[in-house]
């Protein structure tokens, strides 16, 4: 007669097996957070080892690290998509500067912020920067992103906070992106940070999105006076030494967005720019330009993407702009017509 095999005599058998299954896993990722560490998946310049230089990624909000720490360049563009088609080589070539993009998809003031003081402590010298400020910063309550949008892990100072964020299934991807920009397998994306919307875009056409943030309009003269996040650029810019240019720019919206004189919206609007100017006002090499005014470029479409996004025949006025502040300081001889 066959034995009947009781739960006394494979219990053993299923411990050893599943210990083993455990420890296989535990090791397997032992090994891949060794990797981590090794290839540092941001190229944040806390861990990594192995020489890789740049990133292959095109979310914006994690890439601008790798470009903020790059010692090839000492001057940067910060501002979300509004100030994605400025050309950093253009300005380096008409300034002599070394500017790098660092634009920052639906990036609000507070996270804008975040990453140039992130760009500050891996540069001693800061030759410029040129803020896009869109109208986010004239807020009267600081905007917040929703969680865990925005990876402020990546740009905080401690390295634990850092560490404890790379267990994840992107993190795992950009470790094997950063792998395969070493072994040679991929290329880097542009260190410049430029990209152009123009390339997925379809050039001449105009689509009816993307209207701008505009603060709903002050109930009272000291809240229209209250912009946390401008207070917030203007103790930053008080840190930088008197040889950092600093060039505020607003960016362009189609005339039809814009808030009609006489109303609140315009008033709120008027104080901003006012408060924004006062951030620069006496800097050496530095200046506050208003490029969202009612004129013939911003009242054609073909010039405008959409409501808020300029096309290049913008974009290189409002480069001339910043080359010219950058030279001459509020002497600058703006033209934007």
């Excluded at 950093?88 to 070394?98: I, M």
């Excluded at 009267?140 to 964020?165: N, R």
Aim: aromatic fraction near 10%.
């Amino acid at each position: 007669m066959a034995s009947l095999t009781t739960s006394s005599d494979t219990s053993p058998e299923w411990g050893r097996c599943l210990a083993n299954c455990v420890g296989t896993l535990v090791g397997g990722l032992v090994l891949l957070y060794a990797l981590m560490i090794l290839v540092d998946p941001y190229d944040s310049g806390r861990f990594g080892v192995l020489g890789i230089d740049g990133v292959n990624d095109r979310n914006t909000l994690t890439s601008a690290a790798s470009r903020a720490r790059d010692p090839n360049f000492d001057s940067a563009i910060i501002g979300n998509s509004t100030a994605q088609m400025l050309e950093p080589t253009e300005l380096s070539k008409a300034t002599g500067l070394r500017f790098v993009q660092l634009y920052m998809t639906g990036a609000n003031p507070h996270e804008q912020l975040m990453l140039v003081d992130f760009f500050l402590k891996h540069h001693k010298r800061v030759g410029a920067f040129v803020f896009v400020v869109d109208p986010w910063w004239c807020h009267h309550v600081p905007i917040q992103s929703p969680p865990g949008t925005f990876p402020d892990w990546l740009y905080s100072e401690s390295p634990l906070v850092y560490a404890t964020h790379l267990l994840s299934w992107t993190t795992i991807e950009h470790t094997f992106q950063r792998f395969s920009i070493g072994l040679g397998w991929h290329h880097r994306r542009d260190p410049t940070g430029f990209f152009s919307y123009e390339d997925i875009w379809l050039p001449g056409t105009f689509r009816e999105i993307s209207p701008p943030r505009d603060p709903l309009p002050a109930a009272t003269i000291a809240e229209r006076e209250t912009l946390p996040d401008v207070a917030r650029l203007d103790a930053l810019v008080k840190r930088l030494p008197a040889e950092t240019s600093v060039v505020i720019v607003v960016p362009p919206t189609l005339q039809s967005k814009m808030p009609q004189p006489g109303t609140p919206a315009a008033a709120d609007r008027e104080a901003c720019n006012a408060a924004l100017k006062r951030v620069v006002a006496g800097r050496p090499n530095s200046n506050f330009i208003n490029y969202r005014i009612d004129n013939a470029l911003t009242r054609d479409r073909a010039n405008f993407a959409d409501f808020i996004h300029y096309r290049p025949s913008i974009a290189t006025k409002i480069m001339e702009g910043i080359a010219a502040s950058i030279r001459d300081g509020e002497a600058a001889k703006i033209d934007f017509r």
